[in-house]
């Protein structure tokens, strides 16, 4: 992908995000409609991998037939809310590897701390995909990819859900190879890191906590 930024504006996955946004969606079917709308979005984050062709038979003769070339990708959740993201890409590409980095927030620092890191072998090889339904502040998305970098991933994209400008700005400053592919960008974060309009706590939506 060559853009930095890619927002889906597909009519289905807006009318999906309009029906997630509303605070009356239970959460039941709010983790559907993530499901549906990660597909939506895996299906364009991978529009452009690399093909090659098999020599297959069809019931009426031979033919040189297109399949997906090089590794499995890899798809990697961050915690938890991420898992939302995940399952749905997962159904889509059910070949791909899956990866689950964990991040929590230090009260005193403010900075994200690693609690769980485990990836699939050979990060270099793959096309990485990092799921995060919301890009807030960045921090958690570029600590993330940082640690993915580390691993040896030169191939990564950050698929989400809502953006917020802030989140974008940091991710371009710290990782400006990684597109980002979203629904949607919002208008701003709010005092505590929320996305306005926003959809409230994507993980204790998809989950039903508070
Ligand atoms: N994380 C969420 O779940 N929601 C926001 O609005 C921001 C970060």
Avoid: W
Avoid at 5 to 10: G, I, K
Avoid at 22 to 29: L, M, Q, R
Avoid at 99 to 121: A, H, I, N, W
Avoid at 127 to 156: E, F, H, Q, W, Y
Wanted: aromatic letters at 4%.
């Amino acid at each position: 992908m060559s853009e930095h930024l890619t927002v889906v504006t597909h009519p289905l996955v807006q009318h999906k995000l309009t029906l997630m946004r509303d605070k009356n969606t239970p959460t039941a079917v709010f983790r559907q409609l993530l499901r549906e709308i990660s597909q939506l979005l895996a299906y364009e984050i991978t529009r452009e991998l690399d093909m090659t062709t098999k020599r297959i038979e069809t019931p009426l003769t031979a033919m040189d037939a297109p399949v997906l070339a090089g590794k499995k990708l890899a798809l990697i959740s961050i915690l938890r809310a991420g898992n939302g993201l995940l399952d749905g890409v997962l159904e889509l590409i059910p070949l791909a590897r899956v990866g689950f980095v964990g991040l929590y927030r230090d009260e005193e620092t403010l900075e994200p701390v690693q609690y769980y890191f485990k990836v699939p072998t050979e990060l270099e090889d793959r096309l990485v995909v990092a799921v995060d339904p919301m890009l807030a502040t960045g921090n958690s998305a570029v600590a993330a990819i940082d640690l993915l970098k580390k691993a040896g991933a030169r191939n990564i994209r950050f698929m989400c859900l809502l953006a917020a400008p802030e989140g974008i700005a940091r991710m371009k400053e710290a990782h400006p190879d990684v597109p980002i592919v979203t629904a949607a960008v919002d208008e701003r974060l709010n005092e505590h890191g929320y996305i306005v309009p926003g959809l409230g706590d994507a993980g204790d939506r998809m989950y039903g906590t508070r």
